[in-house]
């Protein structure tokens, strides 16, 4: 009997030193962990700054966009206008054209 009570204790003991080995591992877990959850955060805000940053980049470039489209559009009615209220733009266009084409050296020469 008096040596079952000599192995319970030894067994108590190893118990006893795995929980505190244990209690020490969970310790230095819950420390890397605190560690790794707080970059992950400064890593989400920085991220989120980031896409709003680019989203606003984002609806400035297509407004600009918007904005040329307009303009082009604009300047070609514009154009098209100066076109019909002068008689004739046409074939003085093609004249000129024709003109350049017949003032260029012939090909090889």
Request: charge should be neutral.
């Amino acid at each position: 009997m008096h040596m079952l009570q000599h192995q319970a204790g030894a067994s108590v003991r190893i118990d006893l030193a795995t929980f505190n080995a244990l209690l020490d591992e969970n310790a230095i877990l819950a420390r890397e962990l605190g560690k790794v959850q707080e970059r992950s955060t400064r890593l989400l805000t920085e991220k989120s700054s980031e896409i709003e940053r680019l989203t606003v980049q984002l609806v400035q470039l297509r407004a600009e966009n918007v904005a040329k489209d307009s303009r082009i559009a604009f300047l070609s009615e514009d154009m098209a206008a100066l076109k019909a209220s002068i008689p004739g733009f046409d074939a003085g266009m093609r004249l000129q054209k024709k003109g350049r084409a017949d003032d260029r050296p012939p090909v090889g020469a």
